[in-house]
């Protein structure tokens, strides 16, 4: 029920009563248990007796009796000006603890893709936000475009064209709410019928959604060049890959891989879908392109905020064909149920003002530094682990002698770390893949990878654990190779 309160505009209030007894002892029950349940706080108003009645239909003199009668009881409290209130010496039962099997986090979170929730820019979001509120018209908070925002749209293809090489326009911009959203969206408009290619080593996860929408996935392998796209089979609807930095080993495609892949593309009448993994976070090399730019029209990037400002956000972009525009946009139905349009405005907001590139900035310098930190010390004490994967992105590939990952997991786990293995990122049809070469891995791109590895983030700890984590992380290591 819904009592008025002194302003006129009321308070929701809802009463379990009985249809047993008179009136007010019906009442002073229910009021009595509401409190009793902690349905109704300590310091909680109650509505006026005079709107309660009038919502009950009972007399104005029954309410005040049953609040009178709680006062004196110790239940309730009434003060001039105050109004009535739940005492605050009246103490709701405390619920009981739910008990659950999972064990408590670890305490140094070291696990991959994952920023650090305290490098959020809130003061620059909060100014931001406030900008585009002001400036947004009376349709942005009206039902959502699918498309999304075309605030956001415009500042995204003027952002990817000039920080990525990106060719694409506003209409052939849609907004997800993340890479797997837009793999969902892609398998459901490509369909199940013939299979996707997909990276050797990757996110699991991406898999396991291809693989609830019916698509089958066909690993090739992958090197220090990246993906081996020649292995490609002719017959494969789509190829999924990671060009920018090759998720997790580390490295950009090969400037001939990306013309190999796209030759593919237009032979096959196959779609290159393009996830631009860690793209703005790059260290030792010079900018990498996206291939997306190379052909348009046979090529789906797919990027987030996930790693740049946060994953709650829930916003990423597809840039489209023109051809799967309008399939797309069906498949994510008639209005926009994922992406805020506040969340919208505010990030058109950053990137028109310039104020995401510094972001990215800043926070590519910060990331930098515990790279360089993570692998000083690995070289200091735990000298026979090789760290590869580390010219960009936000986390390295510790290779391990054969059959010392289950150990390392385990050493380290024990000293508070959180970290994942190698072997869950491979695809589990893969052959032997190539070890990496070049400046990311050994030189020899031909022969066999090691099977054990640790994927290590350096991204998320706060500053005040990162040093402790890293020095819990290598004598982890050191315990599980004996050194």
Not at 1 to 13: C, F, K, N, P
Not at 53 to 80: H, K, P
Not at 303 to 332: E, N, Q, Y
Request: hydrophobic content about 40%.
């Amino acid at each position: 029920m819904t009592a008025a309160g002194d302003d006129g505009l009321g308070v929701d209030l809802h009463l379990e009563l009985s249809a047993a007894g008179g009136r007010r002892a019906v009442l002073i029950a229910a009021l009595r248990e509401a409190v009793r349940g902690g349905r109704l706080a300590p310091g909680t108003r109650l509505p006026p007796y005079r709107s309660l009645a009038a919502d009950l239909g009972i007399a104005r003199n029954t309410v005040a009796d049953a609040y009178a009668e709680l006062v004196a009881e110790g239940w309730l409290t009434s003060r001039q000006g105050s109004g009535t209130r739940v005492a605050d010496r009246v103490a709701a039962p405390a619920p009981r603890p739910v008990r659950t099997t999972a064990p408590p986090p670890l305490p140094y979170d070291l696990v991959q893709g994952k920023p650090d929730p305290g490098a959020f820019p809130r003061a620059a979001w909060l100014t931001a936000a406030r900008r585009a509120l002001t400036a947004a018209p009376h349709d942005a908070f009206g039902i959502g475009d699918p498309h999304g925002r075309i605030e956001l749209r415009l500042a995204l293809a003027e952002y990817l064209a000039r920080v990525r090489g990106v060719r694409t326009t506003p209409d052939r911009i849609v907004v997800c709410s993340g890479a797997a959203h837009a793999l969902r969206l892609l398998a459901r408009v490509l369909g199940p019928a013939s299979p996707w290619a997909v990276e050797a080593y990757g996110l699991p996860f991406h898999r396991g959604l291809l693989a609830e929408a019916g698509v089958t996935t066909l690993p090739v392998s992958v090197d220090g060049d990246g993906a081996r796209v020649a292995e490609i089979p002719d017959h494969a609807r789509a190829v999924l890959l990671t060009p920018a930095h090759q998720f997790p080993t580390g490295g950009p495609l090969h400037p001939e891989r990306r013309a190999g892949v796209l030759e593919w593309a237009r032979a096959s009448g196959g779609l290159v879908i393009e996830d631009d993994y860690d793209g703005e976070f790059r260290y030792d090399r010079r900018p990498v392109g996206a291939v997306q730019g190379l052909d348009p029209e046979r090529t789906v990037l797919i990027g987030s905020v996930s790693k740049s400002l946060s994953p709650t956000l829930r916003i990423g972009w597809m840039c489209l064909p023109s051809a799967l525009v309008d399939p797309v946009v069906a498949a994510k139905g008639q209005r926009e149920p994922y992406a805020s349009a506040t969340d919208q405005l505010t990030l058109a907001d950053l990137l028109a003002s310039g104020t995401y590139d510094q972001h990215v900035r800043r926070m590519r310098q910060r990331h930098r530094g515990r790279r360089d930190r993570l692998t000083a010390l690995l070289a200091e004490r735990v000298p026979a682990v090789r760290v590869t994967g580390i010219a960009a992105g936000l986390h390295a590939v510790l290779e391990l002698p054969a059959g010392t990952e289950r150990a390392a997991l385990s050493a380290t786990a024990r000293r508070g770390v959180a970290v994942e293995g190698l072997a869950p990122y491979r695809h589990p049809d893969a052959g032997d893949p190539a070890r990496p070469d070049g400046p990311d891995g050994p030189d020899d791109p031909e022969g066999p990878a090691p099977p054990d590895g640790l994927v290590v983030g350096y991204a998320t700890p706060p500053e005040r654990l990162y040093p402790r984590a890293l020095e819990a992380l290598c004598e982890g290591l050191s315990e599980a190779l004996g050194s």
